[in-house]
C-alpha cells in the first residue's frame, strides 16, 4: 500500500466517547456520546454530545435522517428532537430534489 493511501487507525485518546441508544420504539431514537477519559471513566471536562434519528418512509424504501441534537442532558435533547428532525427532513428533501433535477428524473 502506498504511503498516500495509508489509513491512519491511531485511536485519538482525548476524543473518547461511550456511545448509548435510547429510543421510543415509535419514530424517535436518540444516540448520547458520553466523554470518557483512556481509563473509561466519565470525563467530566467535557459534555455529552446527542445525535437524533429517524426514518423517513419513501417509495424507494427508508430514508434515514439524523441531526446533532443542541442539549446538554437528555431531557433537552428530547426537547430539541422535535424541530431538528423537521430541519433534517426539509433539507433531506431538498437535497433529494436537488439530485433529481440534475439527473431528470
Not at 5 to 22: A, P, S, T, W
Not at 36 to 48: A, L, N, Y
Not at 52 to 80: C, D, F, R, Y
Request: aromatic share 6%.
Amino acid at each position: 500500500m502506498s504511503e498516500e493511501n495509508k489509513i491512519d487507525f491511531v485511536v485519538d485518546k482525548e476524543n473518547l466517547y461511550r456511545e448509548e441508544g435510547f429510543t421510543d420504539l415509535k419514530v424517535a431514537s436518540i444516540r448520547r456520546l458520553t466523554p470518557v477519559t483512556p481509563e473509561g471513566e466519565v470525563d467530566k471536562d467535557r459534555f455529552p454530545v446527542f445525535i437524533g434519528v429517524t426514518q423517513l418512509m419513501t417509495s424507494e424504501g427508508p430514508v434515514p435522517i439524523q441531526a446533532a441534537l443542541k442539549a446538554q442532558t437528555m431531557a433537552q435533547a428530547i426537547a430539541v428532537f422535535p424541530a431538528a428532525m423537521e430541519k433534517a427532513m426539509k433539507e433531506a428533501i431538498e437535497d433529494m430534489k436537488k439530485r433529481q433535477a440534475e439527473t431528470g428524473a
